[in-house]
Structure formats: structure tokens, C-alpha cells
């Protein structure tokens, strides 16, 4: 007999569950026969917008039931989803509408207007109709997902439903994920973390997904209280955890009747690991992961979960270290970028391992330590990737600014924080901090949360802004 699909998998995994819950929001819930039932109105409603195998269908929407239909319509008809951050202002928007060229961009109603012709409203399935599936093979896309590069311009991973279905299902079974869990949800679901690991995982294990709308501690602890069982999360949760549960400590025994806590996207400091195991009991598993790789590496459900590390390759995974960088091969490396063969060719060994830019530390037992990034144009603030050109380009652009080098110095809750070093073309009438935020017309985190100003940036003999140095220089001021 054939195996089933990539792409069957992923919806007989939720079309054969019957009438449990598979998803809870803040007004509704939804059984797994419903959610199958509405994937075909979707899927119908997709057919008659015009979308077919292969084309993209993007969507530009806060967190809400619909998004997970549409994205399980879209897998069905064998087309691909492209997440967008809502947050997203035009430039931004703009960029990762003119790579993906959906053939619609599915809205909820706050962003209609702003994305252009082809924008539909995202909720309004019930129109009658055929549905639609269109069987694709394991290598067809069944994600892009964009992510910041070293230009101002994003990059678009694509992930196909083989790399989808056996990388996250390699992982969420090495988590022991399955029908009895409950996933609490509060991570956006336009990156890797939020709709792979937690949303796809859980399909995938037949668990069911509570929606937070956005994430604060009471939430998690009312979802936990209310019989959630795992939660992951990016470290800036976990610091607003720590200090939620310093002012209320009793909440800390809500948080033990969990199964399990998982963090990723950024280093989870070690003493917060330890912190919050003495509030809650649970030793938080950090795994390791990109948007081109899925997650690669984990520590153990069972077994030591080494704070400071992200732990060993999770099955199928190969990686090696040349020259202090991590390299990975497996399940979940994606295809290459979407449409750019030269970002592609140079993100690849020739022997088909993935270049992670991650500089790491591998321990006698194995268990690796994420130390830093080889380049200073990534920063990673509150989980979210950035690329300091996009601000820079910016920056650049305001009357007052000379020369501009945005750096990330350490911040306890963001991870990194985002500053600007700028050269005044007046010393007398240099901008403010507050002048340069409002200046910047992209996403929240990306703006300025400091401003330094010099007299010159320090170079190298090339020309080259020395960022390690200013970097280092900030940190240390900061330090002291
Ligand atoms: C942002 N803000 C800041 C800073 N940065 N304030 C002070 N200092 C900073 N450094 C403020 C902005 O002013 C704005 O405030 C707000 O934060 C907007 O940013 P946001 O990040 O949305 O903040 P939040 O609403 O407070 O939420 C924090 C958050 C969120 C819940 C931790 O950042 C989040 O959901 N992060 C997860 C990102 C993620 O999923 N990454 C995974 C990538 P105002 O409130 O005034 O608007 S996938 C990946 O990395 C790989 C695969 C992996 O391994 O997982
Ligand atoms: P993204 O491109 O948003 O998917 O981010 C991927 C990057 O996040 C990786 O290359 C790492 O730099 C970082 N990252 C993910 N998980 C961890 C972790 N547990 N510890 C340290 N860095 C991490």
C-alpha cells in the first residue's frame, strides 16, 4: 500500500479526529469535525477567488479562529500560505507582496484597505460551494515564510509539506505531544515558532490549541488554570513571566499542573530556566531552530535539560561546526529562498547543509550552546528577527542624520535592544530619540530605543562600519 502524503497526513490529521475540541478562541470552539466542515467552505470559497495548486495565498491578519481555516483550506487546495505580520506597515508590506505575488491576501477588516487590490476579508466562509483538495506531492510548497536578511529586503523560506510534516512531527513527538495535551497559544502565527512548532504540532498530534488573542501572564495562567498543558514561548514571555509570578507567587502552582514548557527563538537565559523551575516545578526545554531549518535542535523530554543550551539534533538532523558555525541538514531545511538562486546558493554547503550564521559551542556530551551570530546586521529582539539595514536605510533618510549604524546591545527582557549611533549633519540641532522612532515607518520593534550620538562612526580600513566594536563599546557603557 502507498503511504499517504505529506500533505494527507497533515489533514487526516484532522479530518479523521471526530467531535473532541481541536480549537478553543476567546468566544468559541471549535470540535475537529467542525473545523473539518469549515475547511471545505474555505477551501470552496478559495476555488472561487481563483486560487489553484501552487499559487500563494497570503494573509495579513491579527490572531483568530479563521486564520487556521484558511491556512488548513490553502494546505488542502494545495496552494501556499504566506503569513504577514499585522504589524506590518507599507514598506514592509509592500516588500513581501511584491516577492510572493499572492493571488489573494486574505484580511481581517482593519487592513482591507491597505493591502491593495487583491485583499479579501479573511472571515465570511459560509458561501456555498464545492469544496476543494488538490492532492500535491511532498516536495510542492506548502509555506513561505519571509524572515529578515542582511539587506533591507525579506527573504521568503520555502518550506515544503515533507519538510512541514516530518520535521515538526519528529519534534512534537520527541515532546510525547498528543490528543490529551492542550497547547496554549499566545505566539503570533506568522512565524516558524507560532504556526509550525505549536500550531502544526499540535494538528499534527492531535492536541488541542487554545488561541490567546496576545499574550500576557494572567492569560497563560487563566489558560493553564482553565487545562492547558504546554505552552512555548519566545524568553521576553518567560521574563514577564518570572515577574508576574514574583508578584504573585501563588500562581506558580497554577503553572505546575502543566505537562510542559518549551522556549525557543532566542537564548533563554539560564537563570531564568533555573528561576522558574523554582516557581513552577518544570525545567522550561529550550530547542533551537531557524525559519529556513524548523527546529533542529532540542533538549529532552526525558533526560537532562541542560540550562544554557538548546540541547542534541532532534532525529533525522545532521550537523557539524566549521569554523565555530553551526551547519544542519535534515527534515526541515527548506527548498532554498523563493525566487533568489544566489541567496539560496550562498546559504548552502555544496554538500546540502544549511549555513545557520549561528556561532556555537559543542560540549563533550554533545549539547550545544547557542554563543552569538557570525554578522551584526541580525538582531533578534523579543524573538522577532531583525535586519539593522532596514532601520538604518531609514534612519538615513531623516534631514538631520549624517551617517547612522543601528547595533543591538543585551536588554534582560527584549534579548537584544535596538540602537541608533548616529553622526548629526549639525551637532547643534541633532534629532531626538523620540524624532527618529517617529520616523521610522516599520514595525514596532524595529524602532530605536536609544539613540547615541558621535562624532564619527569607527571604521575600518575599508570604509566598513566596525558595528562589533560599537556594540561592544555601548555594552560596556551600559555595563558600567
Ligand atoms: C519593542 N518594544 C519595546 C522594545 N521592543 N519596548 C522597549 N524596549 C524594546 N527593546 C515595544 C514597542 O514599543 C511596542 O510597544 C511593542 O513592544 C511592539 O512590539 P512587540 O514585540 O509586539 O511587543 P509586545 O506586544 O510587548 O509583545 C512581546 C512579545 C512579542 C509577546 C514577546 O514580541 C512576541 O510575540 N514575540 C514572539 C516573536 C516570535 O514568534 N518569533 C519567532 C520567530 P506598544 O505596546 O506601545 O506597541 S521563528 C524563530 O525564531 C525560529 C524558528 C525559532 O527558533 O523559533
Ligand atoms: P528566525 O529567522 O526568526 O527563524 O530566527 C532564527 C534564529 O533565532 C537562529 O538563527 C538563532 O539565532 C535564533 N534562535 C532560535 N532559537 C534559539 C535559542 N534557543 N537560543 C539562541 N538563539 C536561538
Redesign the pocket.
Known amino acids: 500500500m502507498r503511504a499517504f502524503s505529506a500533505q494527507r497526513r497533515l489533514l487526516e490529521s484532522v479530518r479523521a479526529r471526530g467531535r473532541g475540541t481541536a480549537l478553543l478562541a476567546s468566544d468559541r470552539s471549535v470540535s475537529w469535525a467542525e473545523l473539518d466542515d469549515r475547511l471545505d467552505a474555505a477551501s470552496a470559497r478559495l476555488i472561487a477567488l481563483g486560487v489553484r495548486p501552487g499559487q500563494r495565498v497570503a494573509c495579513y491578519a491579527e490572531t483568530q479562529l479563521d486564520v487556521v481555516v484558511s491556512l488548513l483550506a490553502t494546505h488542502a487546495l494545495g496552494a501556499v500560505w504566506v503569513p504577514i505580520n499585522p504589524g506590518y506597515h507599507d514598506v514592509e508590506l509592500g516588500h513581501v507582496l511584491a516577492l510572493a505575488d499572492a493571488t489573494v491576501v486574505l484580511c481581517d477588516h482593519a487592513r482591507l484597505a491597505r493591502a491593495g487590490a487583491r485583499a479579501r476579508p479573511l472571515s465570511s466562509w459560509w458561501t456555498r460551494g464545492r469544496p476543494g483538495a488538490n492532492d500535491v506531492s511532498d516536495d510542492e510548497l506548502a509555506l513561505l515564510i519571509t ?1 529578515s536578511g542582511t539587506t533591507g529586503r525579506p527573504k521568503a523560506c520555502m518550506l515544503s509539506f515533507a519538510n512541514v510534516v516530518a520535521a515538526v512531527g519528529a519534534l512534537s513527538a520527541l515532546w510525547e505531544m498528543g490528543p490529551d495535551d492542550e497547547v496554549v497559544h499566545a505566539l503570533p502565527l506568522f ?2 515558532h507560532g504556526l509550525c512548532v505549536a500550531l502544526h504540532g499540535a494538528l499534527l498530534r492531535g492536541a488541542r490549541t487554545r488561541l490567546l488573542e496576545s499574550f500576557t501572564p494572567v492569560a497563560v495562567v487563566d489558560a493553564i488554570a482553565a487545562g492547558g498543558t504546554v505552552f512555548m514561548g519566545v524568553p521576553t514571555m518567560y521574563r514577564r513571566l518570572l515577574d508576574h509570578l514574583d508578584a504573585h507567587p501563588a500562581h506558580g502552582a497554577v503553572l505546575a499542573r502543566a505537562r510542559l514548557f518549551t522556549a ?5 537565559p539560564a537563570d531564568d530556566l533555573v528561576a522558574f523551575e523554582r516557581h513552577t516545578g518544570h525545567r522550561i526545554v ?6 529556513e531549518t524548523l527546529i533542529t535542535l532540542s533538549n529532552p523530554v526525558r533526560g537532562e535539560r541542560k540550562a544554557g543550551t ?1 540541547g542534541r539534533p532532534i532525529p533525522g538532523v545532521d550537523m557539524r561546526v566549521i569554523d565555530d558555525e553551526l551547519q544542519v541538514r535534515g527534515p526541515g531545511v527548506m527548498r532554498g529562498y523563493y525566487n533568489d538562486p544566489a541567496a539560496t546558493a550562498q546559504a548552502f554547503t555544496a554538500d546540502g547543509f544549511l549555513k ?3 556561532t556555537v559551542r559543542v560540549a563533550d556530551d554533545g549539547y550545544v550552546t ?1 554563543v552569538g ?1 557570525t554578522s551584526t546586521d541580525i538582531l ?1 529582539v523579543g524573538g522577532y ?1 531583525l535586519s539593522t539595514r532596514e532601520i538604518e536605510e531609514q534612519l538615513a533618510t531623516h534631514p538631520a542624520v549624517r551617517e547612522v549604524a543601528v547595533v543591538g546591545v543585551p536588554d534582560r527582557e527584549w534579548g537584544q535592544r535596538v540602537v541608533a549611533c548616529v553622526v548629526p549633519r549639525d551637532a547643534a540641532a541633532a534629532p531626538t530619540l523620540a524624532e527618529l522612532q517617529a520616523h521610522v515607518r516599520l514595525h514596532e520593534a524595529k524602532k530605536p530605543r536609544a539613540l547615541h550620538l558621535v562624532d564619527a562612526l569607527p571604521k575600518n580600513a575599508l570604509g566598513k562600519v566596525q558595528k562589533k566594536l560599537l556594540a561592544d563599546q555601548l555594552a560596556r557603557a551600559a555595563l558600567g
Not at 525557543?264 to 533563554?268: C, E, Q
Not at 529550550?286 to 525559519?291: F, L
Open positions: 524572515t512565524h516558524v525557543g527563538s532566542a537564548a533563554l529550550e530547542r533551537y531552530g531557524m525559519s538548546v545557520t550564521g549561528d547557542i551570530r533578534k528577527k
